[in-house]
């Protein structure tokens, strides 16, 4: 729980136990975790460092201790990193002369070369490739210290509450967001509604965060948060260990007595008008009365007509059925009176319903269900219509990062009509914006894209939502990869995508082009039983191409999801640093990799027009085959992928602060947004950071 709270808030909990203690050993202690902390990019903010200096100088170190692996866990430099070149990125060799020479040796060798298949030649099985050739104390004598500049990154601990304290205000945090979170983060959720027992969240809008929630409920025996026959499949698979989201079905477990009174006391409290929805996961419904057993609980006769529509027994008509039947028979008037007792259902369709001649009946059923839908669903619609006033490919992204991209062949909609909606949402989103006070932003935190669905991004050191834009500082640039497979030889291959301002015109530097004027590839490494890393180093003043798009290619083995651990990440140095292959005071980003496709695109970087290097971020996966995934092999997808992002006009945090600007203030209080954390706020600020940029979103 505590490395929890400080890798999602950089906050360190420290717990006021009255144990104060005048400065002395405790203050010695403290200096010394700062200085360690420093050497990974950290630094403790003045009250964390006055706190820990009046506390016993045992408990400072205990402290210490498991403060300093958690933040080198975020950085990744809780692992070795070796490279197979020690010199790396000097003495490179060129590829072609690098395979030459393991050939040559191999076939010196006479034993060596008794193993070689005649007639047939596998390079990747030359006995020297793939494997590092020295330890990592080895790379350590090879390689100077770091230079520390002023330009290293340096991340700012700061002071928490106590543990109780901080976790209860992640889990409401959490629990309220009004977007659908990363799959890391509702596990997060999970172990703090474990912990956080007893302590009840006013409002869970998300459908997949109150079923892990109510999983918590369920184990307590509290009442279920529950308003639809859904809610209860969706808690009922999470306690199964299963998808939440009820895309993948899910093998259900048997349930305690208990536990089906609870779920069939939730089931028959929603009224028969939402039985409709059984009907999109019909078979799952199967499933869960052969464990629920309704027919002994006559208690629930609600309950009981659940399963009897899933049976087919029972009719029961979904609203969006009646809706679909309507639209196809061109009943546009009657399709927009059903979608009215579903505004958030109406918004989302309102692109359809505009083309399908609706004219001002739509707009007017619009302007009424803005003032019902969630903040979500407006902000939502607004990305949405700003980018059909410039249409651009269609991109389509699902809960695994997984995406596809099509040409817009839509009909383009009303002009007047489409501006008449972008002011309604904008009025109707002002209006529930919280009042600022007095706003300050940090111009870097402008074009931050707001997190409309937390599985655009996922946790991690740095981490940006998907489309969101930053610079990149420093003259070097350094991509890595790390991984350790779980149970079976795993090759993954970090490679680079280059390509002129039209997406063309490729180059590429894998284990298949070691270098070129201005990258460089650590080398190969093919199996991963105590870890593995790979390096790509740019010299971004020397590149020939503006757009460059670091991946991970999975060769052969295990994927993201089966590995005991991988993560992609990257740093920045200027020329004059040297230091090892892996600095973590010069990490920039890093973030696990755990996505169910085969080749990850966590970003792409951009040479703007004044020269100046940007980071626009994509958390993508591309399915690829099931082995021998190259570079080469997805230049196509992964271009247009990236030109699609790239051209879309991402609804950022400037266009909020902007609202917040024009909206009328009472005073009393401030407002920051921000990256990080300034010093100096004034007392009782409310502060929005990447990490809680969620709670920015209004209901």
């Given at each position: 729980?505590?490395?929890?709270?400080?890798?999602?808030?950089?906050?360190?909990?420290?717990?006021?136990?009255?144990?104060?203690?005048?400065?002395g050993?405790?203050?010695?202690?403290?200096?010394?975790?700062?200085?360690?902390?420093?050497?990974?990019?950290f630094?403790?903010?003045?009250?964390?460092?006055?706190?820990?200096?009046?506390?016993?100088?045992?408990?400072?170190?205990?402290l210490?201790?498991?403060?300093?692996?958690?933040?080198?866990?975020?950085?990744?430099?809780?692992?070795?990193?070796?490279?197979?070149?020690?010199?790396?990125?000097?003495?490179v060799?060129?590829?072609?002369?690098f395979?030459?020479?393991?050939?040559?040796?191999?076939?010196?060798?006479?034993?060596?070369?008794?193993?070689?298949?005649?007639?047939?030649l596998?390079?990747?099985?030359?006995?020297?490739?793939g494997?590092?050739?020295?330890?990592?104390?080895?790379?350590?004598?090879?390689h100077?210290?770091?230079?520390?500049?002023?330009?290293?990154?340096?991340?700012?601990?700061?002071?928490?509450?106590?543990?109780?304290?901080?976790?209860?205000?992640?889990?409401?945090?959490?629990?309220?967001?009004?977007?659908?979170?990363?799959?890391?983060d509702?596990?997060?959720?999970?172990?703090?509604a474990?912990?956080c027992?007893g302590?009840?969240?006013e409002?869970?809008?998300?459908?997949?965060n109150?079923?892990?929630v109510?999983?918590?409920?369920?184990?307590?025996?509290r009442p279920l948060?529950?308003?639809?026959?859904?809610?209860?499949?969706?808690?009922?698979?999470?306690?199964?260990?299963?998808?939440?989201?009820?895309?993948?079905?899910?093998?259900?477990?048997?349930?305690?007595?208990?536990?089906?009174?609870?779920?069939l006391?939730?089931?028959?409290?929603?009224?028969?008008?939402?039985h409709?929805?059984?009907?999109?996961?019909?078979?799952?419904?199967?499933?869960?009365?052969?464990?629920l057993?309704?027919?002994e609980?006559?208690?629930f006769?609600?309950?009981?007509?659940?399963?009897?529509?899933?049976?087919?027994?029972?009719?029961?008509?979904?609203?969006?059925?009646?809706v679909?039947?309507?639209?196809?028979?061109g009943?546009?008037?009657?399709?927009?009176?059903?979608?009215?007792?579903?505004?958030?259902?109406?918004?989302?369709?309102?692109?359809?319903?505009?083309?399908?001649?609706g004219?001002?009946?739509?707009?007017?059923?619009?302007?009424?269900?803005?003032?019902?839908?969630?903040?979500?669903?407006?902000?939502?619609?607004?990305?949405?219509?700003?980018?059909?006033?410039?249409?651009?490919?269609?991109?389509?992204?699902?809960?695994?990062?997984r995406?596809?991209?099509?040409?817009?062949t839509?009909?383009?909609?009303?002009e007047?009509?489409?501006?008449?909606?972008?002011?309604?949402?904008?009025?109707?989103?002002?209006?529930?914006?919280?009042?600022?006070?007095?706003l300050?932003?940090?111009?870097?935190?402008l074009?931050?894209?707001?997190?409309?669905?937390?599985?655009?991004?996922?946790?991690?050191?740095?981490?940006?939502p998907?489309?969101?834009?930053?610079?990149?500082?420093?003259?070097?640039l350094?991509?890595?990869?790390?991984?350790?497979?779980?149970?079976?030889?795993?090759d993954y291959?970090?490679?680079a995508?280059?390509?002129?301002?039209?997406?063309?015109?490729?180059?590429h530097?894998?284990?298949?082009?070691?270098?070129?004027?201005?990258?460089?590839?650590?080398?190969?490494?093919?199996?991963?039983?105590?870890?593995?890393?790979e390096?790509?180093?740019?010299?971004?003043?020397?590149?020939?191409?503006?757009?460059?798009?670091?991946?991970?290619?999975?060769y052969?083995?295990?994927?993201?999801?089966?590995?005991?651990?991988?993560?992609?990440g990257?740093?920045?140095?200027?020329?004059?640093?040297?230091?090892?292959?892996?600095?973590?005071?010069?990490?920039?980003?890093?973030?696990?990799?755990?996505?169910?496709?085969?080749?990850?695109?966590?970003?792409?970087?951009?040479?703007?027009?004044?020269?100046?290097?940007?980071?626009?971020?994509?958390?993508l996966?591309?399915?690829?085959?099931?082995?021998?995934?190259?570079?080469?092999?997805?230049?196509?997808?992964?271009?247009?992928?990236?030109?699609?992002?790239?051209?879309?006009?991402?609804?950022?945090?400037?266009?909020?602060?902007g609202?917040?600007?024009?909206?009328?203030?009472?005073?009393?209080?401030?407002?920051?947004?921000?990256?990080?954390?300034?010093?100096?706020?004034p007392?009782?600020?409310?502060v929005?950071?990447?990490?809680?940029?969620?709670?920015?979103?209004?209901?």
């Open positions: 729980m505590e490395d929890l709270i400080i890798a999602r808030r950089l906050r360190v909990p420290v717990d006021d136990a009255g144990n104060d203690t005048m400065p050993w405790g203050e010695v202690a403290a200096r010394q975790l700062d200085a360690a902390l420093l050497s990974v990019g630094t403790c903010s003045p009250a964390l460092l006055d706190r820990l200096s009046r506390l016993p100088g045992e408990q400072v170190i205990d210490g201790v498991r403060v300093l692996a958690a933040v080198r866990r975020l950085t990744g430099d809780h692992v070795e990193h070796n490279a197979y070149f020690i010199d790396f990125p000097r003495n060799p060129d590829t072609l002369e395979w030459a020479g393991l050939l040559r040796e191999a076939m010196l060798d006479p034993v060596a070369a008794a193993r070689l298949q005649p007639g047939s596998n390079l990747l099985d030359l006995p020297r490739y494997g590092y050739q020295h330890t990592y104390a080895d790379l350590l004598a090879a100077a210290e770091l230079i520390p500049l002023a330009g290293d990154r340096v991340t700012v601990l700061e002071l928490g509450g106590s543990l109780r304290d901080e976790a209860r205000e992640l889990y409401l945090s959490l629990a309220g967001s009004e977007v659908p979170l990363a799959a890391e509702l596990d997060a959720l999970r172990a703090l474990a912990f027992a302590d009840e969240p409002h869970v809008p998300v459908r997949e109150r079923a892990v109510n999983e918590a409920r369920l184990a307590a025996g948060l529950a308003d639809t026959v859904t809610d209860v499949l969706r808690l009922a698979a999470a306690c199964s260990g299963g998808d939440v989201t009820l895309a993948t079905p899910t093998r259900l477990r048997s349930f305690r007595r208990a536990e089906r009174r609870i779920l006391t939730a089931l028959d409290a929603v009224p028969a008008a939402k409709g929805d059984v009907l999109r996961h019909r078979e799952q419904w199967k499933r869960l009365g052969e464990r057993h309704p027919h609980y006559p208690q006769p609600r309950a009981a007509q659940v399963f009897e529509v899933a049976r087919g027994v029972r009719k029961a008509a979904s609203s969006g059925s009646r679909e039947a309507a639209l196809a028979a009943r546009t008037d009657e399709a927009v009176s059903l979608l009215e007792h579903t505004p958030g259902a109406l918004l989302r369709r309102l692109d359809h319903l505009l083309r399908a001649g004219g001002s009946a739509v707009l007017e059923a619009a302007e009424r269900s803005a003032a019902r839908a969630s903040g979500r669903v407006l902000l939502s619609l607004r990305e949405h219509l700003q980018n059909r006033l410039a249409p651009v490919s269609r991109i389509f992204v699902n809960r695994h990062g995406a596809w991209t099509t040409p817009d839509r009909s383009p909609l009303d007047e009509a489409l501006h008449r909606t972008l002011a309604i949402l904008d009025e109707e989103i002002t209006r529930r914006l919280p009042d600022p006070g007095e300050i932003v940090d111009p870097a935190v074009d931050v894209a707001l997190p409309l669905s937390g599985k655009a991004v996922v946790p991690g050191l740095g981490m940006l998907r489309g969101s834009l930053s610079p990149v500082d420093g003259e070097l350094r991509f890595f990869v790390h991984w350790r497979q779980a149970a079976r030889r795993t291959d970090l490679s995508l280059m390509l002129d301002p039209t997406y063309d015109n490729p180059t530097i894998s284990w298949t082009a070691y270098g070129n004027d201005f990258a460089t590839y650590s080398g190969d490494l093919t199996d991963a039983a105590d870890g593995a890393s390096f790509i180093d740019v010299r971004l003043s020397r590149a020939t191409r503006p757009i460059i798009i670091p991946q991970v290619n999975i052969t083995g295990e994927g993201f999801n089966e590995a005991a651990e991988a993560f992609f990257y740093m920045t140095r200027d020329a004059a640093q040297e230091g090892r292959p892996f600095e973590p005071r010069t990490v920039r980003m890093k973030s696990d990799l755990r996505g169910s496709g085969r080749i990850a695109l966590p970003l792409v970087f951009l040479r703007g027009d004044d020269g100046a290097w940007w980071v626009k971020w994509l958390h996966y591309l399915s690829g085959r099931p082995a021998f995934n190259q570079v080469e092999g997805n230049r196509v997808t992964a271009s247009l992928l990236v030109r699609s992002i790239v051209e879309r006009d991402y609804l950022r945090v400037g266009y909020l602060a609202l917040l600007r024009a909206k009328p203030s009472i005073g009393g209080h401030s407002t920051y947004i921000g990256l990080g954390t300034p010093a100096g706020l007392d009782g600020a409310r929005y950071t990447p990490a809680t940029l969620h709670e920015l979103i209004p209901a």
